[in-house]
């Protein structure tokens, strides 16, 4: 419970951006089963990202944590790296369409979540990078 208490704002902002980052990650991954233009690099960013955090997240908890209470601004760029990957992708598989079945119209709606996951991730990472995540 002590640990509970000690938590300021950033690393609430911490957690959220790691949860939106894996939300994203596994939607991008249900939604784009068509087996075409999903690069691996977006997964390995994420996951990176994702570790990113959690390593800036362990380490403000240490003594030296505590003096230079580190930036979570890697894993913003991690997971900014993934959304570039992850739009590259798509928009070589959107360039394709006309020979694509209309089945797969429903990846095309659920893009547009996909990218708002990453976007939101990107900026809770920022935000927690100029917030304190233990308090004094």
Known sequence: MKTMKENALGTWIALLSVLLCAV???SYYVLSQDGEKSPTVVYLLSALAIAAQAAVMFFNRTRAGRFYNTASL???VLTA???EQMLLGRVEWLGGLAAH???LAPMHTAFPVKVALYGAAV???VAAAFCKQIKD
């Open 24 to 26: 994203g990650m596994v």
């Open 74 to 76: 890697a894993a913003a």
């Open 81 to 83: 790296l993934a959304l």
């Open 101 to 103: 079945n209309a089945s």
């Open 123 to 125: 900026v809770m990472c």
